[in-house]
């Protein structure tokens, strides 16, 4: 018996503890194996494993990966995806070196310390504002910040890269009546609701032409969006035709 009954509800047993706690050994042992087969299967198979999220990094993929596909012409790659959360970033990121060679995100010196990980870059796009397309707002030249006081604007959260912040906060001192709300995932669902809210959208120069609800143009700051790969030092041998090939001078 593993349970006792008594007046306050039930109580393991001597039985029952002794019982828990063998599980909690062989849920560990569990997890550990698994984990150990799927770090041997990236480690000794010919395909790259490689995790993105729903947001930017999926842009990049599908804008770039044809230019990167010339220099890789036989590699295989398997995409593993996750969410646009917060917790789908941190998952993401500690995956890799187990479930994922490597991920495709954001360019951070810091986000990489965070995760005790590796970062190349790979590219650099400027930064263009979306307008839905039912409003007059521009003649197609580059905007400049202070045109958008007073308009709603979506960009990525507030601590999601060092990026974002700085334009965020460089848009509150050059637009103090702009309103600035937070999307955490660029898809055509998400980016519809804006169009819809009548809001325009903080996006890269690789995304305008996924969107059709938006007409597109520069917006006047000098931050750029820098894209990096995240892998774990000690995997940078095995990675290292991949790198030379895709990677710009940082």
């Known amino acids: 018996m593993v349970f006792q009954r008594t007046n306050q ?3 393991l047993t001597q039985a ?3 019982l828990y706690r063998d599980l909690l050994e062989i849920n560990k042992l569990y997890e550990e194996a698994i984990a150990n087969a799927t770090y041997a299967q990236i480690h000794s198979s010919d395909v790259l494993f490689v995790g993105i999220m729903s947001t930017f990094a999926e842009a990049f ?11 890789l012409i036989r590699q295989q790659i398997q995409i593993n ?24 995100d954001i360019y951070d010196v810091d986000l990489a310390r965070k995760y005790k990980l590796s ?24 905007i400049p910040l202070e045109a958008l006081s007073g308009y709603s604007i979506a960009l990525p959260p507030k601590g999601r890269a060092k990026v974002f912040d700085r334009i965020h ?5 050059k637009a103090p009546d702009i309103k600035i709300e937070a999307i955490e995932e660029y898809t055509i669902l998400s980016m519809n609701e804006c169009s819809m809210k009548q809001q325009f959208v903080l ?3 690789n995304q305008i032409a996924h969107y059709p609800f938006f007409s597109f143009a520069p917006l006047d700051t000098a931050q750029m969006v820098d894209f990096g790969v ?19 001078d940082e």
């Open 203 to 205: 996006i890269t120069q």
């Open 61 to 71: 993929m599908t804008n770039t990966w044809h230019n990167i596909r010339q220099k």
């Open 169 to 173: 906060k460089e848009l509150l001192q």
């Open 16 to 18: 029952g503890i002794s």
């Open 81 to 104: 995806h996750y969410g646009s959360t917060f917790s789908d970033m941190e998952a993401m990121f500690k995956k890799v070196g187990t479930a994922t060679a490597m991920c495709v």
């Open 9 to 11: 509800g039930c109580i």
């Open 230 to 248: 995240y892998y774990k030092k000690h995997d940078e041998k095995m990675l290292s035709d991949f790198l030379k090939k895709i990677v710009i």
């Open 119 to 142: 970062v190349r870059k790979i590219s650099s796009f400027p930064l263009y504002v979306g307008i839905p397309c039912n409003i007059e707002f521009h003649s197609g030249q580059t």
